[in-house]
């Protein structure tokens, strides 16, 4: 059946434009003041202005909608209008005709504007000596739903939608010269897409989505009537809070409607009158909080990482501000780059004694090397806003009343947000090895490392070893593998603590304290001797990612939580560089930061602390986490990292296709020390992983470095 009522199908009805106008005049001798302010002529004007605005005008916000691995899982959706724009033939008929039916019936005779409806309008204001009908077309109020939508300030907002009879001619005059260029159906398409039908439902999908839980297509004609009458007011005519006394007078009105313009026959609708409102609501998660309930408690910490990865994107605007402004209104559909199964063994692989219930968090993030998306983040706390059941927090300094991050908490405790992070100790020793490698040094150089070592050039700075057992001559394969300071301090001073520093930077690492700021800073990098031996803060999404570089032979991919980001029409989105070029933004960002044989060389000696056998040099006997190798059971690379009094510690381990970071510490109090008990959580949460994450897949081997690098 044809949406036209009927009685006019295949009819035009002629209206002379000038007809219209005197409309207007109408309307504006409607409205208080209007006919002696020269309206017409202003409103005139300022149409034209903005009619190629609205024709041209973005779409209406649109729910963004975040899709887990597999690209067809909803997770969760960002939105401040829950919205998802619908075709008119993925509409049903009902609800086309029933809109028509309750907001205008002679949507299909006029021509943007009723004048019938003008001089009823006429009638009734004068009699109530105000503004009691506003005689608004579909047309008109689409106007004005496309001023509100593209409207860039406050300011605009208002003046889209304020009780004025200057808004009110302005709109007359655009709707007139929006249908010389829209079609009907375009007009109720674009209607039924930006109405506001109560309970934040924008648009014809999330009304279908949240009051019946289906979709337009199905929309029965008792359910389209139901909706249709909501237009008017959402809130009075609420058959969700109500006792849809008015609900059920409101869709009645729209159905006897319908049957008068021919949509339904008055037998259908005698009987539609007699059913009861039957809902079947739908509430739609918004937000990281309101993730998908199977996997909210753990996959949370992923999301809000999107979401903080998002924030920083240029791509999508100029500030914080406009950037998630995009992702609550784009109508992007988003997939994460997460793993599942890798995922799921970090879940299980990581947590301290106690699990959620210990102060101290041990996290876990995987990177893959060659692409920088990260595969797994995983902590022994559960995501959640409810800290009504937290202790208190162990930081003495926190006050009486603050509560600790466990087990509930949505923290960025493994990176991504604005948290510093934790002292990451000897795995910084990787920077150092990596700068000098690249300037030269070979690997086989000896370096006499005491136990103790006074600097000459870190102003008489004596750094000890945390044993006298490694004392002695040690190479880069030796010295890594126990973890030997003085060994590395020394290595520091002939490379120069600056390049260390710099190249940290180069693999992700960012200073996020005073204090690491001032030693990074270029005139005071040269003298941060404790820059090997990790003082400052990191995440394990850095040094996850950081280490994924060393794994890809120094090719260094920037982090992304996603594997596609298509725009709402279906494309990818995309970013300009610096250069000009067009580029996805979903797509790999890498580029080579030390060489392929410094990075395989630094492999080779990174081979040793996890008990592993290098490809060409030997390990000096025994190594800090000489586990590991067999723990994983392939080929496997990586570095340990305790810092003074074991307050935190960690460990960076890789493969050829995963490298993974791990740390435990209280985020609350860095002072509450983990202690040696605790050093080999990360060692095992990390190798376990690795382990389970790998299973079933062919072995890969390292790239050995070359002789030359070897020396």
């Not at 017409?40 to 916000?61: D, F, M, R």
């Not at 609550?328 to 990581?350: F, H, M, T």
């Not at 003082?535 to 596609?564: F, H, K, M, Q, W």
């Amino acid at each position: 059946m044809s949406n036209r009522p009927l009685a006019s199908a295949g009819r035009a009805v002629p209206l002379l434009r000038a007809g219209l106008i005197a409309g207007i005049v109408v309307a504006a001798a409607a409205y208080p003041l209007a006919a002696v302010t020269g309206i017409g002529a202003k409103a005139t004007a300022h149409a034209v202005e903005q009619k190629t605005n609205i024709l041209k005008t973005a779409l209406p916000a649109e729910t963004s909608y975040l899709y887990a691995p597999d690209g067809k899982t909803v997770l969760t959706m960002f939105y401040e209008e829950y919205r998802q724009y619908t075709k008119i033939d993925e509409m049903s008929p009902n609800i086309q005709q029933a809109i028509v039916a309750a907001e205008d019936n002679r949507f299909y005779q006029h021509h943007g504007v009723d004048p019938k409806g003008v001089a009823r309008a006429f009638v009734s204001n004068a009699r109530s000596g105000g503004v009691s009908q506003g005689a608004s077309t579909i047309t008109m109020q689409y106007v004005r739903m496309a001023l509100r939508d593209s409207a860039k300030t406050p300011k605009e907002v208002q003046e889209a939608t304020q009780q004025t009879s200057l808004r009110k001619v302005k709109e007359m005059r655009m709707a007139l010269d929006i249908e010389k260029h829209v079609s009907k159906e375009q007009i109720l398409e674009r209607y039924l897409n930006s109405a506001y039908f109560g309970h934040r439902a924008y648009g014809i999908y999330a009304a279908s989505q949240i009051f019946f839980s289906k979709t337009p297509a199905t929309l029965s004609p008792v359910e389209a009537a139901t909706l249709a009458g909501l237009v008017k007011s959402p809130s009075e005519y609420d058959p969700i809070t109500s006792d849809q006394k008015d609900a059920t007078g409101r869709r009645n009105y729209v159905l006897d409607n319908m049957a008068r313009l021919g949509y339904l026959s008055p037998d259908a609708v005698a009987a539609a009158k007699t059913e009861p409102i039957k809902l079947r609501l739908t509430n739609p998660p918004n937000d990281c909080a309101s993730l998908l309930e199977k996997y909210r408690a753990t996959w949370g910490f992923y999301c809000d990482y999107l979401k903080n990865w998002w924030s920083s994107q240029p791509a999508f605007g100029d500030n914080r501000l406009e950037r998630m402004d995009k992702l609550r209104r784009g109508g992007y559909r988003i997939v994460l780059a997460l793993d599942p199964k890798i995922q799921e063994a970090a879940e299980k692989n990581v947590g301290a004694k106690d699990g959620t219930g210990s102060p101290f968090a041990n996290g876990l993030v995987v990177a893959e090397p060659g692409t920088g998306r990260i595969k797994a983040m995983a902590v022994n706390r559960t995501y959640s806003l409810d800290l009504a059941e937290n202790p208190n927090s162990s930081n003495p300094e926190a006050g009486p009343n603050v509560k600790a991050n466990y087990p509930n908490t949505v923290a960025p405790l493994l990176g991504g947000g604005t948290l510093p992070g934790y002292q990451a100790g000897s795995t910084f020793k990787m920077f150092t090895m990596l700068a000098a490698l690249n300037s030269g040094t070979k690997l086989s150089d000896t370096i006499n490392s005491p136990y103790r070592y006074q600097s000459k050039v870190y102003d008489g700075w004596a750094p000890s070893n945390a044993s006298g057992a490694m004392t002695g001559v040690q190479t880069m394969w030796s010295g890594f593998g126990k973890s030997v300071n003085t060994f590395f301090v020394q290595l520091e001073e002939k490379v120069g603590a600056e390049k260390g520093v710099r190249l940290a930077e180069q693999l992700g690492l960012r200073w996020r304290t005073d204090v690491d700021r001032e030693h990074a800073a270029p005139d005071k990098a040269n003298k941060w001797g404790a820059f090997t031996l990790g003082v400052s803060d990191a995440t394990p999404l850095e040094v996850a990612n950081a280490y994924a570089a060393v794994a890809a032979d120094g090719r260094y991919c920037e982090a992304i939580p996603v594997n596609s980001i298509m725009n709402r029409d279906g494309t990818p989105a995309t970013y300009r560089t610096p250069g000009g070029v067009q580029r996805e933004v979903a797509k790999p960002r890498c580029r080579q930061v030390v060489s392929a044989d410094a990075a395989r060389a630094a492999t080779d000696a990174a081979r040793c602390p996890t008990g592993d056998s290098p490809a060409k040099g030997g390990c000096g006997g025994w190594s800090t986490a000489d586990s590991v190798r067999g723990t994983v059971g392939r080929p496997v690379a990586g570095k340990t990292g305790t810092t003074d009094s074991t307050r935190s510690a960690w460990f960076a381990g890789y493969t050829p296709e995963l490298a993974a970071a791990s740390f435990i510490a209280d985020p609350d109090n860095p002072f509450n020390a983990v202690g040696d008990g605790l050093s080999q959580v990360p060692v095992n949460a990390v190798a376990m992983t690795l382990r389970d994450a790998l299973k079933g897949q062919p072995t890969r081997q390292f790239t050995p470095p070359s002789d030359q690098i070897v020396g």
